[in-house]
């Protein structure tokens, strides 16, 4: 093969091997290096190791490799349970010593901080992660991709990258009866001979399969995301899911046609069982329908939603914003330590949820609505609402443009930020700053072994 030069004056091929020092982690978690002065990424090497690096992948201004041969291993180098964990997505720091985890995820936040320099940023305090209850088995929710591989049916994650799937037979970060699930309709949907997706010509019907788990009560809920409305064999395969499985209280259906990066489609049908099924978080019970979102690790939910409440520092005089508010987990936890709570969130299914476990647990301060914060919280203002404490929780992607301006407009005095994306958090930080004060950043382990990191903010109003 030719070289291919990636910058001036470096020529590398695919296939090259070369020793490397890793110098540090980057924000997925690969260990990065630096060859003749550019810039190598290598998932599962650690800081401090020397590793014999083989190029899979060359780009205009780094390089992609993978460890061909460690010659220097690092002490915080661990076994992973996992046998694929340096194969599929998800698994980014099962090598590496757990109390290491914790510092690389408050380290995500301070480099992020660094990229984006939001004003005052040096002065920021950002604290000490903290630790998850559990490093494996704290998954409530498994969503793995369906598909043929040597000739049988496989489920789950894809490799880094790719739609090459890696078939998962068991999964330590998973709660153990999710998997039991996930395994035992694999077979049931080979033995009925069910078609499953294919890629290429878009064909087959059974897409990925979601298995969900109530942490407090043990219910788990099953949905087969589809190509197509019908589902052949249907009435064989709840057979054998009610004779084999009976633990799965709800099994749906979710409808989402053609070649799309979307995992969700509109279409919802109910097959057995329930709708729903019930957690329970702060002392309170919650109905969660199929694509509602929750936290995957619910101990640890429990926690982050406590650290919210710190930074609120909410009184019963308050009138609270809920934005991005999903079933209404964060706003009705808070409810009872204030005057009223409103909320906003774009899926109907996830605000008849929040309305529905409102009344569920006999809140009635607490109200849901459809729509976009942007949109909802000026008609709010409008109609002579007033509020004084405001909590977002945005998806990765950060707020939305328009969001900030109004939250820069009417300025609430009380303002926490729950972020799951440390890059557009501080990104996000240098418009908020105009206004805002940073009292504290608090990261929060939520996913142990993977590379993502959780932090909640305290901002308050400049003076």
């Known amino acids: 093969m030719a070289k291919e030069k990636v910058t001036a004056g470096v020529e590398v091929k695919i296939g090259d091997r070369f020793p490397l020092t890793i110098r540090r982690l980057g924000v997925n978690g690969h260990g990065i290096g630096y060859y003749k002065h550019k810039v190598c990424f290598v998932p599962g090497a650690l800081p401090g190791e020397v590793v014999v690096a083989e190029v899979i992948r060359i780009h205009p201004r780094f390089l992609e490799a993978k460890i061909h041969r460690i010659r220097k291993r690092s002490k915080h180098r661990v076994t992973p349970k996992d046998s694929y964990a340096d194969i599929a997505g998800g698994f980014e720091l099962e090598d590496l010593a757990y109390p290491q985890q914790l510092a690389f995820k408050r380290q995500v936040v ?3 901080l660094e990229k984006f320099k939001p004003y005052g940023y040096r002065n920021y305090e950002v604290w000490k992660t ?3 209850p559990e490093e ?6 498994a969503q793995f991709q369906v598909r043929m591989v040597d000739g049988h ?3 789950g994650l894809y490799k880094p990258n790719s739609h090459d799937l890696v078939d998962m037979q068991e999964c330590a970060v998973q709660m153990p009866r999710t998997m039991k699930v996930v395994r035992t309709v694999v077979k049931l949907i080979e033995e009925l001979k069910i078609p499953v997706y294919e890629e290429e010509h ?3 019907i059974i897409k990925t399969i979601v298995v969900r788990e109530s942490w407090t009560t043990g219910e788990l809920q099953l949905t087969f995301i589809t190509n197509t409305p019908k589902l052949i064999h249907k009435r064989q395969l709840l057979a054998g899911i009610a004779e084999q499985l009976p633990e799965v209280v709800s099994v749906m259906q979710n409808v989402n046609a053609g070649d799309t990066p979307l995992v969700w489609g509109d279409q919802m049908i109910h097959l057995a069982g329930k709708e729903t099924i019930s957690e329970s978080l702060m002392g309170l019970d919650f109905e969660l329908s199929a694509r509602s979102f929750l936290q995957l690790n619910p101990e640890q939910t429990e926690v982050l939603y406590e650290q919210a409440a710190d930074a609120l520092e909410l009184d019963k005089g308050d009138t609270l914003i809920d934005a991005y508010a999903g079933i209404g987990t964060i706003g009705l936890s808070l409810a009872p330590r204030v005057k009223e709570v ?4 774009i899926i109907p299914e996830a605000v008849a949820d929040a309305n529905t476990n409102a009344k569920l647990n006999g809140i009635d301060n607490a109200h849901y609505e459809v729509g976009k914060a942007e949109e909802l919280m000026p008609k709010w203002l409008d109609e002579g609402l007033t509020f004084d404490a405001l909590v977002v929780d945005p998806p990765r992607a950060g707020l939305d443009d328009e969001l900030i301006k109004q939250i820069l407009k009417v300025k609430p005095r009380k303002f926490a930020y729950v972020s799951c994306g440390m890059a557009s958090l501080a ?3 240098r418009r908020l700053t105009s206004v805002y004060h940073v009292d504290y950043i608090q990261p929060i ?3 142990p072994q993977t590379a993502r990191c959780e932090a909640v903010v305290k901002l308050s109003l400049r003076r």
């Open 202 to 204: 878009n064909s087959g």
């Open 427 to 429: 990104r996000n930080l």
């Open 110 to 112: 301070i480099d992020s």
């Open 136 to 141: 494996y088995h704290y998954r409530n929710k």
């Open 342 to 345: 409103r909320g906003m969130e």
């Open 445 to 447: 382990d939520m996913m």
């Open 130 to 132: 903290i630790a998850a």
């Open 153 to 155: 049916v496989a489920a």
